[in-house]
């Protein structure tokens, strides 16, 4: 039989020392837990990756490190961001592990999941995808604003699993994939379905913050939004092309009436060559930008330098 894989959960932190305390009691017993009835390796542990916070969170991690054996952590130079932290500790992890999990340190994302995640793993699934079954705990206002915010990435063509935050289990074959998209504005929802291999989903359910307050404010929220769509989607830059060709078109339409209003008489002098112009000259100018925008969107698309496929398997190389 195969022997079981390492572990790693990679628990981004930014001033989380409300929560580490408790955070750090219920994934010991999980961990303990999963390494007792042999699903994980005795090498696995919880990395914590502190994100440049302002309170006492590192030096938490330090002392926590030292009396458990079963946790770890790296630290950022500064606050970078969740993305960035995550990615941070993804490839840290890497280096030591088979397979890891990541989630947010407030365990909103439930742990239990992470059986289920590993059930997939072993079924040959190289990502898992934590998707939220019920949001009942959230409030009315996040939960219309993030499941919008999923619908909206659909209709501009970007593949994000729905409902799915960065509660993921992947194995090291796709973090070492992970490593040659260079693009520095992250969104890794948007990563993982372009990297491709077995997925499958595990449903759970969302809790509320159990203590501290959410890290990601409405400002940053709407960052964020804009950043996986601006990332991943070149058609708002389209959009302007489609807008030239309607005011031209409307163009067209008031072109005709106003050769009508001329010619019952019922102008003033100039209007006519003014109001057909005004639109004219405004859609050509759009379609001009959009124009520009198509070769800014190849340019953008080809300075990512994502990697144009992946192989999963090569029959010439099986042993
Ligand atoms: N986080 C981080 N850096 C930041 C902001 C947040 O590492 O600049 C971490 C935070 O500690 C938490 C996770 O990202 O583990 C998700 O943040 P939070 O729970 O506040 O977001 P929400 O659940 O409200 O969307
Ligand atoms: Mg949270």
């Known amino acids: 039989m195969k022997k079981e894989p390492i572990l790693y959960v990679v628990v981004p932190c930014y001033n989380e020392e409300e929560v580490l305390p408790e955070t750090t009691k219920q994934l010991k017993e999980k961990m303990q837990k999963l390494i007792k009835e042999k699903k994980v390796s005795t090498k696995s542990k919880v990395m914590y990756v502190n994100d440049g916070s302002k309170d006492k969170t590192w030096n938490l991690i330090k002392g926590i490190n030292q009396k458990e054996p079963l946790f770890t952590g790296i630290t950022l130079s500064r606050n970078r961001g969740h993305q960035n932290a995550l990615l941070g500790g993804l490839m840290t992890a890497k280096k030591y592990a088979d397979v890891v999990i990541s989630m947010d340190a407030d365990l909103q994302d439930d742990i239990n999941a992470i059986d289920g995640m590993l059930d997939k793993y072993k079924e040959g699934c190289d990502i898992v995808y934590g998707v939220r079954s019920a949001r009942k705990k959230d409030t009315w206002f996040k939960r219309v604003t993030a499941e919008s915010f999923y619908k909206f990435m659909k209709v ?37 379905p372009l990297i491709g291999y077995k997925t499958d989903v595990v449903y759970y359910e969302r809790n509320e913050r159990f203590a501290g307050e959410s890290k990601y404010p409405l400002k940053k929220m709407l960052n964020f939004a ?81 990697p144009r496929f992946i192989i999963s398997e090569n029959l010439e190389e099986k042993e």
């Not at 163009?251 to 109001?275: A, C, E, P």
């Open 156 to 192: 501009l063509g970007v593949d994000v699993v729905y409902n799915h935050a960065d509660y993921r289990l992947t194995s090291k074959k796709v973090l070492d994939n992970l490593e040659n998209f260079k693009e520095v504005n992250l969104f890794l929802r948007g990563i993982f």
């Open 226 to 306: 804009w950043d996986g769509i601006t990332s991943f989607s070149v058609k708002p830059l389209r959009m302007i092309c489609s807008i030239g060709f309607i005011i031209l078109f409307i163009s067209i339409i008031i072109m005709l009436y106003s050769l009508i209003r001329k010619l019952t008489g019922n102008t003033v002098d100039g209007w006519t060559f003014l109001s057909i112009s005004v639109w004219f000259i405004g859609g050509l100018q759009m379609i001009s930008i959009g124009i520009i925008g198509e070769y800014i969107g190849k340019m953008y698309n080809e300075t990512k330098q994502r």
